[in-house]
Every structure is written in C-alpha cells, then in structure tokens.
C-alpha cells in the first residue's frame, strides 16, 4: 500500500462490487466515513466489480477530500476493477493523482 | 417509507415492455416493413435482455437473446420481416412472461420448442448465405470512401444502468467501428452522500477513427438515444484515392449542421426531462390506502357540517363550510388520480383477436374507439376478464368465416368493435360485431330444453337475449378451446353487476351484435341524494336521477292499484319504497316521487321526505346481505347512522315487472 498514514482506517469490502449490491456498499463506507476521517478500502482481488463501483468509488473521494478526510485503496487496482478502468475509459489521459490512486503510481 | 424491492420494480417495467413489445409485433403484422416498428421491438427485446441478466433472471435473458437476434437480422436486412417470424416472436412473448414471473420453473422444453420454431421461422425467410452478407457490406465502407476521424462526446440517462444498459457495452461497440480513444469525464460525479448510485454521472469524450459512416456510430447508441446527451463530430476525413470525389459530408458542413442541431437537442432533452420529472410511479394499493383516508375524512366532515348546522356559532360554521369544499376537493382529485384511460385496457384485445384470427382461420379486423375515456382504474382490473370472455364470443359464434360472409353478401373480413364513451356517471363499453346476429330460436330452444324457461313462456325479446347470460347455458354446437362451454357469459353478468353496472345487448340476424356494458366511472364516493321513507333514510345515486315530483294525498289514493303516474305524456311506473321496505309508518302528506332511470327505462320512488344531496362513500354490505340485490352498500351519515344505498338497477327491472303485470293484467 502506498503513501498510507497512521489513523487510516482499513475497510475490507464485499466481493460483489456491482448494481446489484452498489446500494449497500454505499451505505457501508458512507458509514465507515462517518466514523473514520480515512478509508482504506480492501477490494479482493476476485471480486466482481462493475462501473457503479468505480463511480462509488469516486464519489467517495470527492467526500472525503471536501472534509479534509481520504479514501485509498489497499493495493493497485487488479482483476475485475482493473478491466472496469480500461473498458470505461479511465486509464486514457488518466491525471497523475488518479494514477496514484487507482494504480498506486508514484507521481512525478 | 421504504425504497421499493428492485426485483419488484423490474418486474413491473419488465412487464410494461413486454406490453410495448406486443404492440410493436402486432403493428407489424398491418406493416411488415416498417422500419420503426422493428427498430422498436429490437429495442424493447435488447433493453429486456439487458436488464433481465443484470437483474438475475438469466433464463429470461438468455431466451430474449435469441429473438433479439433474430430482429437484429431483420433490422440489418438480412431477413425479411414475415408474418411467421412475427408470430413466433409473439409466442416467445408469451413465454417471456412465464420466465419472468417464475424464473425459476421448469421451462426449457418449452424454450427450446419455441426456439425451434423461431429458428425455422427466420430460416424459412431466406437467411442469406454468408456470401450474401459480404456483398450487401460492401458497398457500405466502399460509400463511407476512407477513413474518418470522430469526436463523439455523450452522456448517458441518469437512469441507463438502472434500466439495463451497460455502458461498459457501449464502448466496446465503439471500439468494435475501429480505433478508438476514451477519455471518461468524471466531473459531474457528486459526493457520495448525495449520489444515488444506481445512476449515472460519468460521461465520455471518444476520438474514433473508422470507415464506417456516421449512422454506425449513431447505432451504438440506438437503445438510450431519445434520452441521452450526444454529440457527433466529423473532426477529419482521410480519402482513400487522391481521384477520390469531396466529401459528402465536408467538415464544416459538419460541424454547422452540429452547432444548427445543438439548441434543438438540447431543448429536446430539457423537454423530455422535464416530462420524466412530471410523472411519479406509485403503486395502486398506496392510491386505495388513500382513498379509503379520504373516504373517512367525507365522513367526518358530514358529522362536522351536521353539527355546525345545530350550532350558532358563525365561525364554526364557516369553518365548516370551508372544510366541505375542501374535502369535495380533494375527493375529485383523488378521484381523477386513479382514472385511466380505457386504452390499458383495450390494447390487450389486439392480440387476442390475432390469435384468434389465426386459431380460428377467420378475418377479423378490430377497432376501438374512445380509447381516451377514463375509468376508475378498479374497474378497469376487474372489466379485463370479461371483456375477453365477450370478444371471444363476439369471434367464435358471431363472426362467420370468410366463406360464408362472402355468401351472405359481405366483406370477407368480419369486424369486431370496442368502444367506450362517457355519459354522465357511468361509462358505456360497447363489444360489437357484424356476423351473423344470435339465433333467437336456438337461444330459446336451449333455454327450454335446461328448464331455465318453461317451454312456449312469453318473454320480451330482450329477456329473451339476456337468457345466454344464465349459469351453464351456452348454444355452440362444439365445445372449442375459445367458448361453448357455457362458462364465462355468466361470470360476465355477475362481474358487471358487482361493479354497479347492467348489461345490455341488441342483435339483429344477419347483422350483427352488440352487448353494452354500462358501468359507475368509480367505485368509492358517489354523489347521493339522500331521501327518507319512515325513520329511515337512503341514499339514490345522483346520476340516477332525472327529476323530483310532488304526489300529493289526494294523488297517492287515487293512483292506489295503478302505481302509474303521467310524466309528459308518458306513463311512468312508481314503487312505494315505504310499502316495499315495510316501514309501518304513515305516509307523509306531501310525499315525493324521485325518478330514476338507467338508459332508457325509468320508474319513480316515492319516499316521504328528500333530505337533499349526499357525498357517499360507498362502504360493502357484510356477506349476510349478498343476497339482497334491493342494496348496492351502506353509508354513514354525519349523525352516524347509516344510510342504505339503493341499487338503482333493480329498482327500475323490479318497477318494469311491475308495469308488465299491470298491463298483463289490462
């Protein structure tokens, strides 16, 4: 994991990732971010992910960074949510502080 | 208040596009070759595959797949649209529900049968051989002229994902037209507390180049294209010869026509949000729930008003007065939320009259009319069945076959017409054919032979016709899957009548029938007015109602034993709800005469005092009381007693057996 700082939280996740459970995701790191400045979200790397997650996913940041809080992933994006980035158009013209956190690519 | 189970709610949409589905087949049938008409059943199969997998029904969407494809072909001109490729879609329709409300049964011999006949029916519309297909692909890159770079920026409905579409899918088949470059734009994402995560926020700016025209890229887009955001922009041409002729399609032309389209797309969009945000989906028993709260409030504001009218207080009274008009209020806009329109349910008969058509080898043409009146949406549920048990009869014994119409001077098509129209209180539904007309003789002789007449009985021709709606009478000749089994008339009858209504029906040999079907435009609150006879008092349905009479003593004795009285030159029979409901009281002096009438029949009521009118919500007699047809329910009055609501109908058949005798008597 990179660039985590004591305080983060770790948050393990479902293994699915998608429409069907995208509501109770929401509600659960909703309800982690209300205990906890930071997230440290732990995505198995077999887990079924769709683009609803992703955009959970962002939604989640944007949260966290307006209250001075963050959200990182426990390691690289892998797996499904690897694919999920590449098919929807992510990984193209990606900005270097989306690098760093979807790939964990050290910012130049 | 609880968010609505989504395993529910794509049931419900599920079963709306199937609807849709089956409209669009049937419209094919009169037009095989429009091109909508197949573009929106492939879009309505593709959409139910979509969200049928997404949703976990599996088998749902894998059988949706194959007649998905099937159209696609037709869509693509590889196959013709037939009337056999239309008709085994609609079979696998049919299945489609039975995969949706059970996904879980045995289905697959009856998938794979009906897949069988799908495959043969394509098949037997000439599937071109793949050479075929190369050739008809041809000229299209050779009319696209070279390769064409595209900046296509869109976004989707917010709702895309919730309703089926992957937009992962999308960009695949953008990537499929050649080489693509995607950029997804994540600004318009919200925090996550206001996100509704089934929607979609995420838009996209793809930079394709290909040398497939611009209606390939429009294609991608083709299931959510009235309701996203899109924009499509020739960026560069690449001619493939330098002889090559100027592009058809300059770039500036382009980019002009993009820029022209833009305010009228957008004021396209902005519309069809702002009529998306107008409509509100709430289940049917919420409505009920509040209509039954309404139902109580009317009552409380009667007990309000009738206390207001003791009191001297002037304040309270116009407190009162405010609150009646409230309360009217809102009870007619309760009322206009579940009306419907009476096209929900005639839109079901166009299949069934296909079906029939075909099952029974008969041309039929079906029109409907006066699909925009409204009903109470109650009566719309419970009219469906018999509906289909009146048009079934309408097919099966009046309309004859092409053969002998012909022989009988006729068009070869036989006509069956729905129609709904809007008098007063009630709404009239009309089922009417141009066949052969009910054989009075035979109708007569079956009645004779199952004792529901005594034979040679003198009855009036209308009597006569509403024999066929007795318990187990029926004239076919055959029992056929379609009626004969003198089940269904009956229920027809019963069903009418526990809705308030009456039932109607002329025929002529040779020419035809037409059964009527009179019902209440809603089942809740009616407008009564309210009378007394003796001590107790009774509500008549202000629709009823043509006129009020005074009877004076002196009239009252001297029409003793004739129960006639002139109304304009006519005789109008009267009964003496006082002696018919056996008050033991004395009448009053200036008694009245209420008319009633239902259609062209009338009679009067004479009752001792009208009290004035009544909003009356309709509460159910108990059981013990199904058997006194002299009652359509009760109500409670603002004293909080109750009020007995009469059934206008068999009052007026009671006062015409009445009349009968008299005359039968001279």
Redesign the interface.
Known sequence: MSSTLPGDAPLTLPTTLT??T??S??EL??DF?NKNPAAVLDIDEAAQV???FV??V???R??AE?RAGRVLLARPASGDLYD?LK????L??MTPDAAHFWLHQEKN | MTNPDPISVFRTEAAELLEQIESGLLDLTRSLDDRDQIDAVFRGLHTLKGSGAMFGFDALAAFTHHCETAFDRVRKGDVPATHELVSAVLSAQDHMRALLETPNGDHDAMSAALLDGLHRAVNGAGSPAPAAVAATAAPVAEAAGGLSEWRIRFSLPVNAMANGTNPLGLLDEMRDLGECRIVADTAKVPELSALEPRDIHIGWDVTLKTERPRADIEDVFIFVMDDMELEITEVAVERATAEAKPAETPIAKAVVVAERDAPAVQAANDSKQAKSAENVRVPAERLDEMMDRVGELVIAQSRLTQLAGTAADLGLRSVSEEIERLSGELRDTMMVLRMMPVASLFSRFRRLVHDLSRETGKEIELITEGESTEVDKTVIDRLADPLVHLVRNSIDHGLEKPEERIAAGKEAKGQVILSAHQTGGEVIITIKDDGRGINRERVRAKAESSGIIQPGATLTDQDLLQLIFQPGFSTAQAVTNLSGRGVGMDVVKKTVEALRGTIDIASKPGEGSEVSLRIPLTLAIIEGLLVRVGQGCYVIPLSAVEECLELSLEDDLRSRGRSFISLRDSLVPFLRLRELFRTGTQPDPHQKVVVISTGSERVGLVVDQIIGDHQTVIKSMSKLHHDVDTFSGATILGDGSVALILDVTHLVAAGQQQEAQLRAAG
């Not at chain 1, 098919?87 to 992510?90: A, C, I, L, M, P």
């Open positions: 429409i069907k995208i509501v995701v929401q790191i909703l971010l769709d683009l609803s955009q959970l962002m939604a989640a944007k949260q307006a999920v098919r929807g158009g992510f193209d013209g």
